[in-house]
């Protein structure tokens, strides 16, 4: 997080604080993005609200300020007006001192994995879009959900890890996801259709199963 020049805004008679502005849209975070997305365009406190979740502060320490210590802050947020620019995916990242293992190749997953990736992807839970993070992004040195605690893993990511980074290796996995999962089916589809020993009935429900995933997969999966 980058300060501003150590902002002081007095806000009681004995009592100051620092406030740490963000300048970029590195510096929110997803947890962050998701709460900004809440705020709405006829809130007549949004801009209050938007500066309360950017920079971590209460609004009544907002409603305190000075006009100028005000308008000073807000033309650092000004980036908000722009989307993020993406990153570079790597197969390593590394997020308040955590390193990161990313598996950039849906290939490379376990069937844990991929068939996670897939329930939290058709299914509105909370937390989502680090829950599909924490599918392959895992800590390093480390086998998915193996030795570590995936509750606190998918809080990390969702309290951590940038918008940035969040639209920039998403975007990337599920390109490459797409491309994997719809070849895998296809390949499914066709060795269903060879298996003497199912019955037609069962062919037919296994299909449909195949064919349905097959369509949520092209349909898109989910947007941040």
């Not at 004995?14 to 963000?22: A, F, G, L, Y």
């Amino acid at each position: 997080m980058t300060k501003l020049d150590d902002i002081i805004s007095r806000y009681s008679a004995n009592e100051k604080i620092t406030i740490s502005v963000p300048t970029s849209w590195q510096d929110i975070t997803l947890k962050q993005f998701e709460e900004l997305q809440k705020v709405s365009s006829d809130d007549i406190d949004g801009e209050n609200r938007i500066m309360s979740i950017l920079c971590n502060i209460d609004l009544d320490v907002i409603e305190s300020m000075s006009f100028l210590e005000f308008r000073n802050i807000q033309s650092k947020l000004s980036f908000i007006n722009e989307p993020p620019k993406p990153c570079i995916p790597a197969e390593k990242l590394i997020v308040n001192d955590r390193v990161i293992k990313v598996i950039l190749n849906p290939a490379q997953m376990t069937a844990a994995q991929f068939f996670d990736y897939q329930n939290y992807m058709s299914n509105d839970v909370d937390k989502k879009t680090a829950k599909l993070c924490s599918c392959f992004m895992i800590p390093d040195n480390y086998n998915y959900n193996d030795e570590y605690d995936s509750v606190e893993w998918i809080d990390f990511l969702h309290n951590n890890l940038s918008v940035v980074e969040v639209q920039s290796y998403t975007h990337f996995f599920m390109i490459t996801y797409k491309a994997f999962a719809e070849s895998f089916l296809q390949y499914s589809i066709k060795e269903v259709k060879k298996m003497k020993h199912l019955t037609k009935e069962e062919k037919k429900v296994i299909m449909k199963g195949l064919k349905e995933t097959k369509h949520l997969i092209k349909s898109g999966g989910f947007s941040l």
